[in-house]
């Protein structure tokens, strides 16, 4: 046998198990969900009816909003984050990185819970709003789509720094050092040179935090609560409340669609990113 | 030139972490145009020294001048230094022509001149026809120069050379270590240079700071580096050396008859020694047996191992690859030869 069919077995080996999972567990279902979504003699009427009803359409700007604002919020927070952790001269920075990944640490249900105490009208949280004046008496963080960003960014961020760290930690210090040298500000430095060359774990950190935003479901219906019209939530109720297996399977669809899309998109930018850093 | 203020005065300049001590009160003062270098082993505080020069460390105490500015507390960006880094630190999403460019766009030179102060940097170091490509693409070599043409660009102060060459391979290093000496004589750059090498050190500097354990040991042309070194880790680490120890000024620790006029540690540098078959005749001549001959090319090296168990070193003309190792030979030298080293007692 040739070197390289060797080689080509050797990888189809290596790959079939997870392949397997993948389609078994995956793909499968999917296509039946894709089916299903599409009954015989009006194989797009539940795609229809979710495009030209206002009121989903809303839903998923709702979601896909969501999934912007928390990406917004994790690089907001996580970036300076990650970058001083990267940079600290430390042997601590390797447990403060661990501390940060805490959220993760907890169940989604359980964190929810905490969240729902700390936003109901006499929350810490809630109380503390209200006593900067900003908002009424008996404003509550409870139910709102604030209240679900809050949430969801607190668990996601995790992950956005984790992803930053490996990245920033791989851009050598002495870069920033020289664009210093030759006149740029720290910051004019940190514009010019780190971000840049962070591209490409900016673009992979913010693609995980939008994808798990958008198809969250336990921290957005139990903090959003009734009013949280996002998809994950609409979903649910079209499956379990009003049994409506195609629609729902058709709003599952469109949200994967959308997922892969911007997944895509991502990746053609990454990869350019990955292209120029190089 | 040698009347002319300082460019750059090192004043006490100390840094310390904890309780360890990089660098210890230094001070150095560098003229115009010229290019002093900080020499030591890895370790001894000179890195430090120039980072200080440059703001990314911060003096533990001391002061930094640069043209009579007070520098010490200024962030790296207003202090006006060109770093070329061991690393080259090249910006690796920038082309050569915008690497090179980077500092005078900071500084807010116009497009037209800026482009043309770029293009007399590519000729000036031959990096013609390589303008847009990015670093990944250059050999080693070309790194280099784009490196050094992104500090030299900016006009700085002073240039701050962190271990220009030592990712470049033996043959490339001594070509472009000559290069880049003309081009600082050339452009009367005030120049900082950092190396381990002593003969890098000797072969481009006016001076040169010998540095251990965070202290400059001494400050001297290469000359008088070599020539009188000032204590016994720069006799040893300045070339090659043979020391002597003697108490008495007639006799060494180690039972070698010498007659030198004070007591302490004496040098005798291995290319003063000549080596010969006759026997030993007193003072100043000592018998051994050879044990190793290295040919050199335009010279050899030999070892003569003493009674007393001391191994001597000597350089001399190619013959003395002929010698055989276990080989009866006495080594001499003249009184004058020996240089003492004051700093040790």
């Known amino acids: ?278 | 030139m040698t009347t002319a203020s300082p460019e750059l005065v090192l004043e006490g300049l100390a840094r310390r972490y904890g309780n360890t001590t990089a660098v210890e009160r230094m001070d150095l003062a560098v003229k115009p145009g010229e290019l002093v270098a900080l020499l030591g082993p890895s370790g001894c505080g000179k890195t430090t020294t120039l980072r200080m020069v440059a703001g990314f460390v911060e003096p533990s105490e001391g002061r930094i001048l640069l043209r009579g500015r007070d520098i010490t507390t200024m962030p790296p960006h207003r202090r006006d230094t060109g770093m070329v880094f061991q690393s080259y630190a090249l910006f690796p999403h920038l082309t050569v022509a915008e690497n090179i460019a980077f500092g005078l766009q900071r500084r807010g030179v116009p497009k037209p001149e800026a482009a043309e102060r770029v293009a007399r940097m590519v000729a000036l170091l031959q990096l013609q026809g390589l303008e847009k490509r990015l670093p990944k693409q250059l050999s080693g070599g070309q790194q280099q120069r784009v490196a050094v043409g992104r500090a030299l660009v900016i006009n700085p102060a002073v240039v701050l050379l962190d271990e220009p060459f030592s990712n470049l391979d033996a043959l490339l290093r001594e070509g472009t270590r000559i290069e880049l000496r003309r081009l600082q004589t050339e452009l009367g750059l005030t120049t900082l240079f950092v190396t381990h090498d002593q003969a890098e050190a000797m072969a481009i500097s006016d001076r040169i700071a010998v540095m251990n354990k965070g202290r400059l040991e001494q400050l001297g042309t290469p000359r008088e580096v070599y020539d009188r070194p000032a204590t016994r880790f720069v006799a040893s680490f300045i070339g090659r050396a043979n020391l002597f120890v003697s108490a008495d000024g007639r006799t060494s620790e180690d039972g070698i008859a010498l007659d030198i006029p004070t007591p302490g540690t004496w040098l005798l540098r291995p290319e003063k020694v000549t080596l010969d078959q006759a026997p030993a005749t007193g003072p100043n001549s000592v018998a051994g047996t050879v044990e190793v001959v290295s040919f050199l090319g335009t010279g050899a090296q030999a070892v003569l191992r003493l009674p007393g168990g001391r191994a001597l070193l000597i350089e001399g003309p190619a013959s003395l690859a002929d010698l055989r190792p276990g080989a009866s030979a006495t080594a001499r030298w003249t009184p004058q030869d020996l240089t003492l080293i004051p700093g040790e007692h």
């Open chain 1, 1 to 278: 046998m040739h070197a390289s069919a060797r080689r080509g077995l050797v990888a189809a080996g290596l790959l079939a198990p997870a392949a397997l999972v993948f389609a078994l567990l995956f793909i499968w279902p999917q296509l039946g969900l894709f089916l299903q979504s599409m009954p015989p003699g009006a194989p797009l009427a539940q795609y229809e009816r979710f495009l030209g009803d206002s009121y989903y359409l809303g839903v998923l700007g709702n979601s896909l909003l969501l999934g912007l604002c928390v990406t917004l919020v994790t690089l907001v927070l996580g970036f300076p984050l990650a970058f001083l952790l990267a940079r600290a001269e430390t042997r601590w920075a390797g447990l403060l990185l661990l501390l940060t990944s805490f959220p993760l640490w907890v169940s989604a249900v359980v964190r929810s819970f905490a969240w729902m105490v700390l936003f109901f009208r006499n929350g810490v949280a809630s109380r503390l709003l209200q006593s900067t004046g900003l908002v009424e008496s008996n404003f509550q963080l409870i139910g709102t789509f604030a209240g679900v960003v809050i949430a969801l960014a607190q668990v996601l961020l995790p992950i956005m720094i984790v992803t930053l760290y490996a990245v920033i930690r791989g851009i050598d210090r002495d870069l920033e050092h020289a664009a210093m040298s030759l006149g740029a500000s720290p910051v004019v430095a940190l514009w010019l040179v780190t971000i840049r060359l962070a591209r490409g774990g900016i673009l992979a950190g913010s693609l995980l935090v939008f994808s798990l935003s958008v198809s969250a479901f336990a921290t957005p219906s139990l903090v959003g609560g009734a009013r949280a019209h996002f998809m994950a939530v609409t979903i649910y109720e079209q499956t379990l409340e009003l049994l409506d297996w195609p629609f729902s399977a058709a709003i599952a669809a469109i949200l994967l669609a959308i997922s892969i899309s911007v997944a895509l998109t991502y990746g053609r930018l990454l990869g350019d990113a990955k292209e120029q850093a190089r």
